[in-house]
């Protein structure tokens, strides 16, 4: 077993990685950070739990650490779910210092020598670890996608071998997305709000760099153009689009592509059965009734029709955050990089 560590464990994506991690067959987790208001004391004592599965109880008496280098002396991974403005900092000292960092935060993103990773799109982005051992660093970063963007690429995964020049996709967005303290009832309840900060760009960009390839130590952006506009709805859990993709192919041949997908990983433990479901019903996917397939770590598809489009949805903090850093973490034990 190894030694891992979370970043940021007291808020929304940090329970979720605390859920995830509490039985993880390779992992064991031992050391959880948060600010400087949680350090110090019994992570059952400052977390506010709230999800629907009881606080691990081995998990519960931890001592929170300060979120610093020197706290993490005993651990060989963390994952990081701190908001962005904290997370750059000490995710590059945790590298330098050789560990590895799998994280959620934007901060680091979209760095020419950073790997954005989906484990089903584009596991050989893994190779740009070498420019950071290059540069000095003992350990490394790799880090997964916005929650909204996972979604997308996951969708579009399927569909590669067909050509597409364009994309255009129109969220619904959960409110867990935002954190905690981010929406607040009165602001969401009975509304719509059309507009989440960096969000559109975020799906514009990461896209690109993760159906990308990565060709000369670099990666070339993928040949077509994303155009986002997003969303906040009253759900909690769950981000659902609409998709329209200028894709050459007929419905039929799109279904088939989906049925027939097979991700280029396997033996992962937090890999779902089905990475991308098809759903046939005219009424699906849902958030309520689809986010928890494959335990939150499927993408649910349907509404297949031409132009072509369709509608894809997937559970966010989980695929859309804290299991999609696990399953990362996975990889990166699988292919001998940790
Ligand atoms: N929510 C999602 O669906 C989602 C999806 C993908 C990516 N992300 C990204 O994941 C990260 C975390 O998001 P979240 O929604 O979980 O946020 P959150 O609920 O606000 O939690 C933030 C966490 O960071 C800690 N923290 C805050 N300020 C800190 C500081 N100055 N030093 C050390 N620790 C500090 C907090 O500790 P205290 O409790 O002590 O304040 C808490 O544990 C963000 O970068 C976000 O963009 C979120």
């Not at 584009?122 to 970063?141: M, R, S, V």
């Not at 709000?193 to 896209?207: A, C, D, L, S, V």
């Not at 280029?264 to 309520?288: C, H, K, M, N, Y």
């Amino acid at each position: 077993m190894m030694n891992v560590g979370v970043l940021g464990a007291t808020g929304a994506v940090g329970q979720r990685f605390v859920q995830v991690l509490a039985d993880h067959p390779w992992f064991s987790l031992t050391a959880l950070t948060a600010s400087e208001r949680s350090a110090g004391k019994q992570y059952r004592d400052v977390v506010r739990w709230r999800l629907d599965t009881p606080l691990p109880e081995q998990v519960a008496d931890i001592k929170v650490r300060p979120t610093d280098i020197r706290s993490l002396k005993d651990v060989d991974l963390v994952f990081s779910a701190l908001p962005a403005d904290v997370a750059g900092g000490i995710e590059t000292e945790c590298a330098v210092a050789g560990l590895g960092v799998c994280s959620n935060a934007s901060a680091h993103r979209m760095e020419q020598d950073i790997p954005l990773v989906v484990p089903e799109t584009n596991p050989d982005h893994l190779g740009l670890i070498d420019l950071q051992h290059d540069k000095g660093w003992d350990g490394f970063i790799v880090t997964n996608p916005n929650c909204s963007t996972i979604m997308l690429v996951l969708a579009l995964t399927p569909l590669r071998s067909f050509a597409c020049s364009d994309i255009r996709v129109a969220t619904m967005q959960a409110v867990s997305g935002a954190g905690f303290e981010g929406v607040p009832a009165m602001a969401i309840y009975d509304n719509i709000i059309p507009y989440i900060g960096g969000e559109e760009h975020k799906m514009e960009t990461e896209t690109l760099k993760i159906m990308g390839s990565l060709q000369n130590r670099s990666i070339s952006p993928a040949p077509f153009i994303v155009s986002a506009s997003c969303h906040r709805v009253p759900v909690i859990d769950g981000h659902t689009m609409a998709v329209w993709a200028d894709i050459k192919a007929t419905v039929e041949e799109v279904k088939e592509a989906y049925r027939k997908f097979v991700p280029p990983i396997s033996g992962l433990p937090t890999q779902p059965e089905a990475s991308v479901l098809l759903l046939d019903g005219d009424d699906r996917p849902q958030p309520r009734l689809d986010r928890n397939r494959g335990r939150g770590m499927t993408v649910s598809v349907g509404r297949v029709r031409e132009g072509l489009r369709f509608v894809a949805m997937g559970h966010n903090t989980i695929r859309g955050a804290a299991g999609a850093s696990v399953l990362n973490a996975e990889l990166l034990l699988n292919r001998r990089y940790l």
